[in-house]
Nanobody, 124 residues
Framework: QVQLVESGGGLVQAGGSLRLSCAAS????????MGWFRQAPGKEREFVAC????????YYADSVQGRFTISRDNAKNTVYLQMNSLKPEDTAVYSC?????????????????WGQGTQVTVSS
């Protein structure tokens, strides 16, 4: 069992930055693929980014490529999402997730564990 707790959300102006953190319980954190998804009001949850457990390769949605960076610190059982050049359309609840390494990194079904989410609001 893995528990995930996100933090770092808040209100920021367009063009600003935020760093989200996701603290995980469990001794096998380093082996998990870790992902970030987001859900805006009235929309489906969508993939944002992930980092693999085996080789730390990273993958991003086209909408955040070049602006967001995912990273992990296995010693702290924590994964981060650095978000720069934020836009109003980035406003959403951001959730952290964990699963086994797979090619289907952008599918919610690939992830077993989920956090409760943290709100990110970007004002124009």
């Amino acid at each position: 069992q893995v528990q995930l707790v996100e933090s770092g959300g808040g209100l920021v102006q367009a063009g600003g930055s935020l760093r989200l953190s996701c603290a995980a319980s469990g001794r096998t954190f380093s082996s998990y693929m870790m992902g970030w998804f987001r859900q805006a009001p009235g929309k489906e949850r969508e993939f944002v980014a992930c980092i693999m457990g085996s080789d730390n390769n990273t993958y991003y949605a086209d909408s955040v490529q070049g602006r967001f960076t995912i990273s992990r610190d296995n010693a702290k059982n924590t994964v981060y999402l650095q978000m720069n050049s934020l836009k109003p359309e980035d406003t959403a609840v951001y959730s952290c997730s964990a699963g086994g390494d797979t090619m289907a990194v952008d599918r919610q079904e690939s992830y077993i564990y989920w956090g409760q989410g943290t709100q990110v609001t970007v004002s124009s």
